[in-house]
């Protein structure tokens, strides 16, 4: 299986101020026949059900604010909110989907400074 | 509108089997390229993935929890069902199901439903 690891495990931003969070897979999830990293990114707040946020490691899903954005490739992923907002305290977990089974990161939790 | 719904017990007791339901709409499981997965998430826990069935009727299950699953399709009722043998107290967590529409990331969850496992 391909163990995910984040980074760090949590972390505390001003509102308006940029929050990184980082991913990292025990093997490289690119794709070399496409050039695709099977990486996404999703948002769990408190009672809900996680909200997918990018995948491809970098195409956002509809309706989600531009403020998101995620890079990387081959075994090391960041997901990056530009200017934090109040509405983004959350946990964070990355996912490869390059093998069965699928696995997660173990969430980095996102609060307000 | 596309939905997903997890049903069944809230309280089972150690070593009995578990039996969840998902019950969605605005997708059906018939079509190509179309997948459901069960995935829990333990109080305060990260989420991890048990088992996925395809349109095709293909099967995968969890590395460590495979002799424990079981996973079923009826596309006539758009269910999934989910069974889980010898219940464990560190089976409590909320069970969620999820789409996924090739390749493998999940566009949409249920709600989740908690299952507590005491006697």
């Known amino acids: 299986d391909i163990v995910m690891t984040q980074s760090p495990d949590s972390l505390a931003v001003s509102l308006g101020e940029r929050a990184t969070i980082n991913c990292k897979s025990s093997?490289?999830?690119?794709?070399?026949?496409?050039?695709?990293?099977?990486l996404t990114w999703y948002q769990q707040k408190p009672g809900q059900p996680p909200k997918l946020l990018i995948y491809?490691?970098?195409t956002r899903e509809s309706g989600v604010p531009d403020r998101f954005s995620g890079s990387g490739s081959g075994t090391d992923f960041t997901l990056t909110i530009s200017s934090l907002q109040a509405e983004d305290v959350a946990v964070y977990y990355c996912?490869?989907?390059?093998?069965?089974?699928?696995?997660f990161g173990p969430g980095t939790k996102v609060d307000i400074k | 509108q596309v939905t997903l719904k997890e049903s069944g017990p809230a309280l089972v007791k150690p070593t009995q089997t578990l039996t969840l339901t998902c019950t969605f709409s605005g997708f059906s499981l018939s079509t190509s390229g179309m997948r459901v997965s069960w995935i829990r998430q333990p109080p305060g826990k990260a989420l991890e993935w048990l088992a996925r069935i395809d349109w095709d009727d293909d099967k995968f299950y969890s590395t460590s929890l495979k002799t424990r699953l079981t996973i079923s399709k009826d596309t006539s009722k758009n269910q999934v069902v989910l069974t889980m043998t010898n219940m464990d107290p560190v089976d409590t967590a909320t069970y969620y199901c999820a789409r996924t529409y090739v390749p493998g990331y999940f566009d949409l969850w249920g709600r989740g439903t908690l299952v507590t496992v005491s006697s």
């Open positions: 491809w490691a970098s």
């Open positions: 093997q490289s999830v690119l794709y070399s026949s496409n050039n695709k990293n099977y």
């Open positions: 996912q490869q989907y390059y093998s069965t089974p699928v696995t």
